[in-house]
């Protein structure tokens, strides 16, 4: 399919409390994705008035985070951010050598993800980092709002990655949150057209994150034949992985992630699908193209995109959708519903 006439026009600004914290134009997150969360596909968010952030253990080192960092600013002069995403594994990533690179590169907003921000906190306060805290559940995000974090991303059932194991969907987290947050919140998971955004800010979200739609944008660091992997996919193609583990992750429905989910619902164990969900094979689908190569994630959003666009065209295309929505949903109120709808190019 190809790539849509690149559009030059700024989308009018979509004002929020979240927008308003970080200084952005737009409430939109190009959420942090190992190995794709690169200076080009960041500044591209940025410039078009989103947020755009660089994924910090994408760089083997924290030199190289700081480069990354730079070439982001040579890019762009609109505000982004660094993921920095923590686990607990055998041998940890010198995080704090991460955090410092961070901070004396003059970034201000990071997004964390993984287990609790708290170790990391007291030392970005110190530094003015306004920290957005990534949640699969509201009890989390309240915790996450006690240890004071700027914002936090709530992450639903659909969502790629991760989506915890409470199994609760966008449509009733979200407005969960916002009943119980008093902080700046982005909804995250199914969200890839202007539908979504206006549908997110109605539920009580300050925005949307997304990860899917960005992963199939112009910019990103993956192979055209993935990209048009998830064009072709449709809602359904996903697996869940991990479930009998506690460890549940949404991922691209493949070779492997098919022989995954047999090996562990047969009474298998992490240490027989290991080779198989290694991350230097999901790397190698990004990078060399072939969709079977790996686990890989995508989240159900995938069966809302139908084209590969430039990421900035996404940015003001969604804010320009939402906008739509928006004054359509206000003017039926008053006149009624019209005939017939065409339905958004996505």
């Not at 990860?211 to 993935?226: D, I, K, T």
Request: glycine share 10%; net charge negative.
């Amino acid at each position: 399919m190809p790539d849509p006439a690149p559009s030059t026009l700024p989308a009018q600004r979509l004002r929020t409390r979240f927008t308003d914290l970080l200084g952005i134009e737009h409430p939109i997150v190009q959420g942090g994705m190992m190995w794709v969360g690169r200076a080009e596909l960041a500044a591209a968010v940025s410039e078009a008035g989103g947020l755009g952030i660089i994924t910090a253990l994408t760089q083997p080192t924290p030199a190289e985070l700081a480069r990354e960092i730079e070439r982001t600013r040579e890019l762009t002069d609109k505000p982004f951010g660094v993921n920095l995403t923590i686990l607990p594994t055998i041998t940890p990533p010198p995080y704090d050598a991460y955090r410092r690179a961070i901070v004396d590169s003059g970034v201000t907003i990071v997004e964390t993800a993984g287990s609790s921000p708290e170790p990391h906190m007291e030392f970005f306060a110190e530094h003015g980092v306004r920290v957005i805290h990534k949640c699969t559940s509201v009890r989390h995000a309240v915790k996450a709002e006690r240890r004071g974090v700027a914002a936090v991303s709530v992450d639903g059932f659909e969502c790629a990655g991760h989506p915890g194991e409470d199994d609760v969907p966008g449509l009733v987290l979200v407005p969960a949150a916002a009943d119980a947050l008093t902080i700046p919140f982005v909804a995250s998971g199914g969200f890839a057209d202007g539908r979504g955004l206006a549908a997110a800010l109605a539920l009580g979200a300050d925005g949307i994150n997304m990860g899917s739609r960005f992963l199939c944008s112009a910019e990103a660091p993956v192979a055209a034949s993935v990209k048009r992997r998830i064009v072709e996919a449709s809602e359904l193609d996903t697996r869940l992985i991990f479930r009998e583990l506690r460890n549940t992750a949404r991922v691209a429905r493949n070779e492997v992630s098919d022989e995954v989910v047999r090996l562990l619902a047969a009474g298998g164990a992490f240490d027989d699908v290991r080779s198989l969900v290694s991350g230097a094979r999901g790397r190698r689908v990004f990078e060399e193209g072939d969709p079977d190569a790996g686990i890989w994630s995508v989240g159900l959003a995938q069966g809302l995109i139908r084209d590969v666009a430039p990421a900035g065209d996404l940015v003001r295309r969604i804010v320009a959708e939402a906008r739509e929505v928006m004054l359509r949903l206000a003017h039926e109120r008053l006149t009624g519903p019209r005939a017939g709808r065409e339905a958004p190019a996505r």
